[in-house]
């Protein structure tokens, strides 16, 4: 069984930072790629920020320049760096790992989210 356990989210004021970490847990041979999402109240879930295991990113154009995706292939963990927050950065943050490896199988997972609030 796959777990994803994010952590570092919290209240900031705007323009302050957060870094957001996420780790998988299991049996895991391999994570082709690792993202963030973010759910934003009456909002549809959208992509933040993608990373492969070759190191390739892809980023929303309302973070560019803003956020950083990094991954430690070794632990299975993907990694947020968000600068220069704004209000509209606020959402509940979803960590996923596509085209997870594993003994049954290819599958894909999800995290449980963790809440990031940026507000004076």
């Known amino acids: 069984q796959v777990q994803l356990a994010e952590s570092g989210g919290g209240l900031v004021q705007p323009g302050g930072s957060l870094r957001l970490s996420c780790a998988a847990s299991?049996?895991?041979?391999?994570?082709?790629?690792m993202g963030w999402y973010r759910q934003a109240p009456g909002k549809q879930r959208e992509l933040v920020a993608s990373?492969?295991?070759?190191?390739?990113?892809n980023y929303a154009d309302s973070v560019k320049g803003r956020f950083t995706i990094s991954r430690d292939n070794a632990k299975n963990t993907v990694y947020l760096q968000m600068n220069s927050l704004k209000p509209e950065d606020t959402a509940v943050y979803y960590c996923?790992?596509?085209?997870?490896?594993?003994?049954?199988?290819?599958?894909?997972?999800w995290g449980q989210g963790t809440q990031v609030t940026v507000s004076s």
């Open positions: 996923k790992a596509d085209n997870t490896v594993t003994t049954t199988g290819v599958h894909d997972y």
């Open positions: 299991g049996t895991i041979f391999s994570i082709y790629v």
């Open positions: 990373i492969t295991s070759g190191g390739s990113t």
